[in-house]
């Protein structure tokens, strides 16, 4: 495979919650887009917590909402540590753990991943310090203002053009990755045209 050169990168804006396994999936596309297509993907915190504030959610769901507070905020303060570069280190880093390993989303998991990413284990403290609150909503807003409260993450922007998702799995290699791509953004940039969806038959695949 040949690496895109990196005149003319395009910088791609992604919005994550880093409990999602959809999102992860989508967002590993995006970095394999990125291998194959002129794109510099950026990321940026949202929260499906936030999102589905004063719903009426069945318990579970609503408990593993109030859980993934954690990482959210650990994520905002990593970002106010260590900037953009630290943010995308530490999402991949909790999202192997989360989604392929299928560790517990849970304070020594977090830690673990702050040192395989290189950034300070104390700032796994932020998991449970409100006061990052408003730093996530206001980037949360950011994200989901461009595409509207009737769906979720991940939100993508290029340009002018946002978008939710694709929900896809599993994630696309290759040439694939970047023909996904194409098509994407060529329904995202047409007038008029809003979504397009079937039923998910399968679970998220990691692979």
Sequence with gaps: MTAVAHDDLVDVDFWFDPACPWAWITSRWILEAATV????????????????????????????????????????????????????????ELGTRFHNARQSQDRRTERDALAAAGLPVELADAAEDPGWDEQVRASHS??????????GTPVVRVGDTAFFGPVI???????????LWDGVLLLARTPGFYEIKRTRDDPPSFD
């Excluded at 769901?61 to 303060?77: E, F, K, P, S």
């Excluded at 799995?169 to 694939?176: I, L």
Aim: charged share 20%.
């Design 37 to 92: 297509r002129p794109l510099r993907p950026r990321f940026h915190v949202m929260s499906l917590a936030v999102l589905n504030e004063n719903r009426d959610l069945p318990g579970e769901y609503r408990q593993r909402l109030a859980q993934a507070w954690g990482a959210v905020r650990i994520c905002a303060a990593v970002e106010a540590h260590g900037g953009p570069d630290a943010l995308a280190r530490i999402y991949t």
């Design 142 to 151: 950011q994200g989901i203002n461009l595409v509207g409260t009737d769906v």
């Design 169 to 179: 799995t599993p994630a696309p290699k290759g040439e694939a990755a970047g023909l």
